[in-house]
C-alpha cells in the first residue's frame, strides 16, 4: 500500500466528506423547524461510526483474516442500520421527506470512486477485475446520475417509472461490483500466477468504500425507491 500516490487517497477521503455533505443536507431538508438537531446528529454518528472504523484498520483488526470474516461483519452492520431506519416509523417518515434529487445527485460520487479504483486497480491493490476495464460498469450510474437528478426527478421533467428503472439499473450494477469485490476478497479467492486480490479495501481509508460509500448509495437507492413506490402526494411525478 505504501507505493499508492498520496492523490489516491486524498481524492478518496472528499469523496467521503462529499458523500457526508449529501447526507446532511437530506437530512437538513427533510426536518425542518428542527435547528439543523437532526441533522447534526445524524453527522454526528456517521463520523463516529467512520472514526471507530479508521481506529480498528489502523490497529489491523481487519487485516487478521483468522476467525469470522471482519470486514463483511461489519458491512453487515450498516445493512441491519438501513433496514431499522426502515423499520422505525419516526425515521422513516424522515425518509419520505428527504429531496429525491439530492438523492439522486449524491450517485456522482460513483465516477470519483471507480477512479480510484482504477488507480488502486494499477499499483496492484486490487484486481482489474473490480474496475470499469474488467467487469465493473457502475462508473455508468455515476455519469447518468445528474440526467437522472435534473430529467427524472427534478424540476425540468419528471417521470417517475423512468426514475424507478434508472435506480433498479443502477442497483444492479452496484450489485455487480459488490459481488465482484467479495469474490476477489482473501477470505474467498487465493492470487494465482499475476493474479491479486482486494486487499486495497482493507486498509485506510479505502476502507471506507465497503463500510461507508457503498452503504450510503445503498441507501440513497432504497429511500429513492421508497419514496417512488409509496409517496403519492408528489404532484411532479
Known sequence: MEDIPNYVAATFIAIVIAVLGFIYYAVNTATPGKKNLTSSLVVTILVGWIFFVCVQTFNGYFTNLSGIPR???????????????????????????????????????????????????????????????????????????????????????????????????????????????????????TPTGGEVANLGVFYFPYVLLPTFIVPAVLFSHLVSLYQLIFKKDQPQF
Open 71 to 189: 470486514l463483511p461483519m461489519f458491512v453487515g452492520l450498516t445493512i441491519v442500520s438501513i433496514i431499522i431506519l426502515f423499520i422505525w416509523p419516526r425515521t422513516r417518515a424522515i425518509l419520505m421527506e428527504m429531496p429525491i434529487t439530492t438523492l439522486h445527485y449524491i450517485h456522482i460520487v460513483r465516477v470519483p470512486v471507480e477512479m480510484v479504483l482504477w488507480w488502486l486497480a494499477v499499483s496492484r491493490a486490487i484486481p482489474m477485475d473490480m474496475t470499469f476495464e474488467g467487469s465493473n460498469l457502475d462508473i455508468i450510474s455515476g455519469i447518468s446520475a445528474p440526467f437522472a437528478a435534473v430529467f427524472m426527478v427534478g424540476s425540468r421533467s419528471k417521470s417517475r417509472i423512468g426514475a424507478t428503472i434508472w435506480n433498479l439499473i443502477a442497483l444492479a450494477l452496484l450489485y455487480n461490483i459488490v459481488k465482484t469485490a467479495i469474490g476477489y476478497m482473501p477470505y474467498y479467492f
